[in-house]
């Protein structure tokens, strides 16, 4: 299926950093509720109301628990699978210490993540991941 420009729906109008995934929730979840939450697209004082009210209690608070690198990892201390929509966050906090020099401890992450997963191909990226890091090779 394709948009007006002639793009696939699901292509973003950017390149997207495959580097680096940002972590997301839908509000619902931000917010708590095991349930996605959706309001009718009209100027509704009470929609717009409610709308607010789950941005302010849920949603903000949420982004701002990621809103630092040094934020992104203590939020991620100790969790190993997926979280919603988002990357691994051994993934993230490997890239962020690799960064910040802190190799030793990123290998250790990614060398964790190589062994614990199912999808057959994702030892294979997370390999290619450490060296483009600089953390060398995984197996050895």
């Known amino acids: 299926m394709t948009a007006a420009n002639n793009l696939p729906v699901d292509t973003p109008p950017f390149p997207l950093n495959t580097t680096f995934k940002y972590n997301s929730a839908r509000l619902g979840e931000a917010?708590?509720?095991?349930?996605?939450?959706?309001?009718?697209?009209?100027?509704?004082?009470?929609?717009?109301?409610?709308?607010?009210?789950?941005?302010?209690?849920?949603?903000?608070?949420?982004?701002?628990?990621?809103?630092?690198?040094?934020?992104?990892?203590?939020?991620?201390?100790?969790?190993?699978?997926?979280?919603?929509?988002?990357?691994?966050?051994?993934?993230?906090r490997a890239i962020i210490l690799a960064e910040r020099g802190q190799l030793e401890k990123a290998r250790e992450l990614l060398s964790e993540q190589v062994l614990e997963t199912r999808n057959p191909r994702h030892p294979e990226y997370v390999r290619a991941l450490a060296k483009r890091l600089g953390l060398g090779d995984l197996n050895g």
Do not use: C
């Open 31 to 92: 917010f708590g509720e095991k349930k996605d939450i959706w309001w009718h697209a009209r100027n509704d004082a009470a929609i717009i109301h409610d709308l607010q009210r789950y941005l302010n209690d849920g949603g903000l608070p949420f982004l701002d628990k990621f809103s630092t690198r040094d934020k992104i990892i203590l939020q991620w201390e100790g969790r190993s699978g997926n979280m919603g929509a988002s990357t691994t966050p051994r993934i993230v």
